[in-house]
C-alpha cells in the first residue's frame, strides 16, 4: 500500500456501453466488470442480479425544513456526481383510459410553485394530462442510491414564461418544435428529416424563431414528495413530505407547513 486512499469499490454485473467504464475510471472508482453476453443472461442470472447499498441513511434530523430545501440540495448533489447523467432527467407518469403511461422528460425548473417541463401539447402526454391532471414525477438517481417520488397534478404555464423559456433553446431544438407532429405515426425517418428541412428554411438558423402554438411548459404542483435513500439489508430509508392541509388552496414548495413522515420500506 503506498498510502493514498482506498478507491471505492463498484461491481458491474454487465456492461455493454464502454462510455460507462471510461466514466468510471474518471470518477476514480476500481470496478470488477462482469461482460457476458445476452445468451449468458438467462432467467438466473437476472434473479441473481443485486447489490448491496451502503450506510448512507436519510434522517430526520437532517432534513430541510420544506421539500424546495431538501429537493434542491440533493438535485445539486446529483448534479455534481460525475455517473450520473443528465440529474434533471425525470420519469413523468400520466394517466389514460387503457392504463398508465410513462416517458422520461427533463426538469427545466423548480420554485415555490413546482415543477416544471415542458412538451408538445398535442402528444400523448399532452392529452392525457388535458383529460386527468394527475401525474408522478420520479428522479432515479441510481449511482447515489437514491430516488424522489413525486406526486400531483400538471398544469399549463403562463404563456409568457413558455416563450421566454422557448427563446433560450437551440436554434436546432426549436426547428424540432416545429418539425415533430409528436406522438403521431411517422412512416419513416425521412418524412422527419424532410419535415425538419421544411422548417430550418422557413425559420434559417439566426432568424427569430417563434413558439409552435401547441408546444408549451407545464408545472406539477406536488401533494406528496417522498425521498428514497438505499440501505444495507434492505432496510432503505423513505421519508415523505406531505400537507398537513390543503383547504383547497396549493402548498407551496417552499412552505414549512409540510408533515415529513417515514414509511416502512
Known amino acids: ?25 474518471q470518477a476514480d472508482l476500481r470496478f470488477e466488470a462482469y461482460l457476458v453476453t445476452m445468451s449468458e443472461l438467462d432467467r438466473a442470472a437476472i434473479s441473481a442480479m ?8 436519510l434522517s430526520e434530523a437532517d432534513l430541510a425544513p420544506n421539500p424546495l430545501a431538501q429537493f434542491q440540495s440533493w438535485l445539486h448533489e446529483a448534479a ?18 387503457d392504463g398508465p403511461a410513462t416517458r422520461t422528460v427533463l426538469l427545466k425548473d423548480v420554485t415555490d410553485g413546482g415543477f416544471t ?16 391532471p394527475k401525474v408522478s414525477l420520479l428522479f432515479p438517481w441510481y449511482a447515489m442510491e437514491r430516488q424522489v417520488i413525486i406526486l400531483g397534478a400538471a398544469k399549463e404555464i403562463d404563456r409568457s414564461e413558455s416563450e421566454e423559456y422557448f427563446a433560450t433553446r437551440p436554434w436546432s ?19 422527419l428529416e424532410v419535415r425538419f428541412q421544411k422548417y430550418s ?3 434559417p438558423e439566426g432568424s427569430s424563431v417563434p413558439i409552435p402554438p401547441y408546444w408549451g411548459g407545464y408545472v406539477v404542483q406536488a401533494t406528496s414528495i417522498e425521498f ?33 413522515e417515514r414509511f416502512f420500506p
Not at 80 to 97: C, D, Y
Request: proline share 2%; charged share 25%; hydrophobic share 35%.
Open 80 to 97: 455534481q456526481n460525475p455517473i450520473i447523467v443528465e440529474a434533471n432527467a425525470m420519469v413523468l407518469g400520466t394517466i389514460e383510459e
Open 228 to 260: 428514497w435513500q438505499g440501505r444495507y439489508s434492505r432496510l432503505h430509508d423513505r421519508i415523505r413530505y406531505t400537507a398537513n392541509s390543503f383547504e383547497g388552496q396549493y402548498l407551496g414548495l417552499a412552505n414549512n407547513g409540510w408533515k415529513a
Open 50 to 57: 443485486r447489490r448491496s447499498y451502503g450506510d448512507q441513511g
Open 117 to 132: 417541463f415542458f412538451s408538445n401539447y398535442q402528444s400523448q402526454k399532452g392529452r392525457q394530462i388535458a383529460l386527468n
Open 1 to 25: 500500500m503506498n498510502g493514498s486512499k482506498p478507491k471505492k469499490v463498484l461491481k458491474v454485473l454487465v456492461l455493454s456501453d464502454l462510455r460507462y467504464i471510461k466514466r468510471l475510471h
Open 201 to 203: 428554411k422557413e425559420f
Open 173 to 191: 431544438s426549436q426547428i424540432g418544435a416545429w418539425a415533430s407532429l409528436q406522438s403521431e405515426p411517422l412512416v419513416s425517418r425521412s418524412e
